[in-house]
């Protein structure tokens, strides 16, 4: 069974339906005119929107660049650079040798080589 709230819903489609054709030919102009001017004030943020990004967008790429373009260059003092230049020699004779490089049977005696240099290092000392 229908409730009274479905019957008064059906009801009123029927009237609203049975209305809108016998609309005079002014009023629907005039309904049509108010429909797209709706239309079209739902669609303006948006366009306001994208009308800063943009010149917003054309800013931060030219900030970017700018900030690239002047970012202030490391400095090197004559005797920092030598100092740096002694020191990367130093370090690659620290390291160990390349595997390629050095005779196979030196890894044969790797005891006997720790051995000898934590003897000889203590012997220095003395």
Same mark, same amino acid.
């Given at each position: ?15 609203? $339906?049975?209305?809108?054709? *016998? ?6 102009? $005039?309904? $049509?005119?108010?429909?797209?001017? /709706?239309?079209?004030?739902? *669609?303006?943020?948006? *366009? ?24 202030? +260059? ?10 740096? /230049?002694?020191?990367? =020699?130093?370090? =690659?004779?620290? +390291?160990?040798?390349? /595997? =390629?490089?050095?005779?196979?049977? +030196?890894?044969?005696? +790797? =005891? ?12 220095? /000392?003395?």
């Amino acid at each position: 069974m229908t409730s009274p709230d479905e019957h008064f819903e059906q009801r009123a489609r029927e009237l609203w $339906r049975e209305a809108a054709q *016998h609309v005079d030919p002014a009023t629907a102009g $005039r309904l $049509r005119a108010a429909r797209r001017q /709706a239309l079209e004030a739902a *669609h303006a943020p948006t *366009h306001r929107a994208a009308r800063w990004l943009i010149p917003t967008g054309a800013f931060a790429a030219i900030a970017l660049a700018a900030m690239m373009v002047w970012q202030p +260059l490391p400095t090197q003092h004559p005797t920092t650079a030598m100092h740096a /230049a002694g020191s990367a =020699d130093d370090l =690659d004779n620290e +390291l160990p040798p390349d /595997a =390629d490089k050095t005779d196979p049977n +030196l890894y044969q005696n +790797l =005891d006997f080589y720790g051995w000898l240099a934590s003897t000889s290092s203590h012997t220095a /000392a003395r």
